[in-house]
T-cell receptor
Framework: DTGVSQDPRHKITKRGQNVTFRCDPI?????LYWYRQTLGQGPEFLTY????????KSRLLSDRFSAERPKGSFSTLEIQRTEQGDSAMYLC??????????FGSGTRLTVV | AQSVTQLGSHVSVSEGALVLLRCNYS??????LFWYVQYPNQGLQLLLK??????LVKGINGFEAEFKKSETSFHLTKPSAHMSDAAEYFC?????????????FGKGTHLIIQP
């Protein structure tokens, strides 16, 4: 068990560019979550997968955001046409039962 | 809808003193409750959790928390603060029947340890 891995750790991009982040959950975990955390705030739910199915998506999530989890393994989060307001830490978490979520170290996105 | 309130965005204690971080939740049914710690530029690490059973829960690094249903609280304590405890602490809730939105977090409390 190597924990939840996220790549890259840091990403600096110009406004208007597309970015993609990857999350590798703990292998036996069937549930995967993406959260966004801005400075001084707690993590905010973005989307949720059970196996390969995306079962929930935050109403606050712009159409510029899309996530996939092919084959129920790793997941990717893509942001199209990035805006400065997208600058945040993007966290991935996985769980098997709802009694404990394991978080990755996050991807810090800076849009300039 | 669930919500979590953490009283005090910043808490400062002296090294060796008692740490008390407050968390209150709003939920129609008793939820699962969690405390996470976050060090700068890191992800969240689980300190402890309450799901069922004993209401006093012990976690890592000497922390513990007590679920009080009548007060809808889940305050985090540590008898003696250490410099390495300086970090951001988040309280979180999850519906006991599971929830598609996953964990709902408070805004966090920044713990400062003074030498």
């Amino acid at each position: 068990d190597t924990g939840v891995s996220q790549d890259p750790r840091h990403k600096i991009t110009k406004r208007g560019q597309n970015v993609t982040f990857r999350c590798d959950p703990i292998s036996e975990h069937n549930r995967l979550y993406w959260y966004r955390q801005t400075l001084g705030q707690g993590p905010e739910f973005l989307t949720y997968f059970q196996n390969e199915a995306q079962l929930e998506k935050s109403r606050l999530l712009s159409d510029r955001f899309s996530a996939e989890r092919p084959k129920g393994s790793f997941s990717t989060l893509e942001i199209q046409r990035t805006e400065q307001g997208d600058s945040a830490m993007y966290l991935c978490a996985s769980t098997l039962y709802n009694d404990g979520y394991t978080f990755g170290s996050g991807t810090r996105l800076t849009v300039v | 809808a669930q919500s979590v309130t953490q009283l005090g965005s910043h808490v400062s204690v002296s090294e060796g003193a008692l740490v008390l971080l407050r968390c209150n939740y709003s939920s129609s049914v008793p939820p699962y409750l969690f405390w996470y710690v976050q060090y700068p530029n890191q992800g969240l690490q689980l300190l402890l959790k309450y799901t069922t059973g004993a209401t006093l829960v012990k976690g890592i690094n000497g922390f513990e928390a007590e679920f009080k249903k009548s007060e809808t609280s889940f305050h985090l304590t540590k008898p003696s603060a250490h410099m390495s405890d300086a970090a951001e602490y988040f309280c979180a809730v999850l519906p006991s029947g599971g929830g598609a939105d996953g964990l709902t977090f408070g805004k966090g409390t920044h713990l400062i340890i003074q030498p």
